[in-house]
C-alpha cells in the first residue's frame, strides 16, 4: 500500500442494513477498497482514528442554486412571488461570472462543512460553478436554469447555454460533475422548450432538473392555462421519465402521484424552503408508501436559510409527523436514506455513490458523537444523527477519495477568503440596483 491509501479505523459504519458495527475501512485512490473488523495499517498512506465518531457516506442533496448562498437573508418574511418578483430576481440581473463563482464557493464551504458531498443545483453561469466545484473537491450535477416565457429566441439560446454547458463540463473534475437538462418550470418555460428539453435529454442520456408543484398559484396558473394539472401536463406533452428529478412537488393529486410512479419520476423534497415561503407541505409520507424515490434538498440559501442537510432531515421528519398526526411516519432510518441511496438514485448516480460498499466512490463523512448535543449515545444511530445533531457535529468529510476536512478544519479551501470575497461581492451587488 501507499501514499493514496487512508485507512479510517475505530468508526462505527453506518451500512446499507443499518445492522452498524465498529469497523475500519480503506479508501485507495478515488474508492472504498475494504470494510473489515480490522486493517493492517502498515503502509497505509494515511490513517485517521475515528473513536466515537460514526462514519456514513457524504450526504446528497437533490436541489439548490449554489450561488444564491450570496442572497442569504436578502429578503425574508415574504410570499414566493414578491421575493422573486421584487427583490431576487433585481439582484440577479446583475450577476455575472465572478459573482457566482464566489457564491459557490461560499456554498461549498457551507456544504463541507456540514457533511454534504454531492449536490444537484440549477442556476446561470454554471461554466463558473463547475470551477468553484473543480476547486472545492466536491461532486456535483449541474443544470443551466432555462426560462424562455414562450420566447422562441431566447429558447433557442437558453437551450444553446444548456448543452454548451454539457459539452464543456460534463465529466469534468475527474468525473465528479455531471451535466442535467434545467428547465426552470412549467410557468416560466414553454411546452416547446419542455418538449425539446424531452428530445436532448433522450439525445445525450441527460437528467432533467425543474421544479413542479411549489406553489398553489402554480396549480391555478398552470390548470388556468393547460387545463390540466401540472403532472398531467408534463405527462400529456411527453416530459416525464425516470431521469427527471421534481424539485418541491408540494401540491399533488392522487392522480398525479399516480403518474409519478408511473413514470417513476425522483422528488425532491425541500421541506425548509415550502415552510418559510409558506409554500405547502408535500405528502412525502405518501409518496414513500406509494414507492416513489424521494431524496431532500435545501433549495437556495436565500430561502432557508442555510445548507445543513442533517437540519432538512429533522424538519422533514417532523413536519411528516405533525401534518399527519402520526409519529411513525418518516423515521429516521427512512430520514437518512433520503440523503444518501436516495439521493443517489435521482441523479443517477446509486452505482458509484450514496452507501458505504467495497467499490463505491470514498465520499465519506464521520460524525463526532462527543458533543454535548449528542450525548449519551442513542441506541438508535441514526436517531442521534436525525433528531440529536445538526451540520456542525460533522467532524471529517472526504469526497472522492481526498479529505476536505479533517477535524473540522477544511484543508483544501481557504473559508475566511471566501467570506470577505463573498460580503464584497454582496456589497456591490446591492449597490449595483
Ligand atoms: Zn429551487
New binding site residues.
Partial sequence: MSDNTILIKNAIILNPNFDNKKQSLLIKDDSIAEIADEIDESGVGKVIDAEGKILLPGLINT?T?LSMTLFRGLADDLSLDTWLNDHIWPMEANLNGEYCYIGALLGAVELIKSGTTTFSDMYFYMEDVARAIEDAGIRAVLSYGMIDFGDAERRENELNENLTLFKNCNGMADGRIKVFLGPHSPYTASEELLVRTRELADEYGMGIHI?VSETQKEIDDVSAEKGLRPFEYLEKIGLLGPDVVA?HSVWLSDDEIDIIKKHDVKVSHNPCSNMKLASGVAPVSKLIENGVCVSIGT??ASSNNNLDLIEELKTASLLQKVTTLDPKVLSSDEAIEMATIKGAEALGWDSEIGSIEVGKKADIILIDTNAANMTPDSSNITSNIIYSANGSNVDTTICNGKVLMENKKLTVLDEDEIYAKARQAIKELKEAI
Fill in positions: 436541489h442554486h421544479h424539485a433549495d437556495g
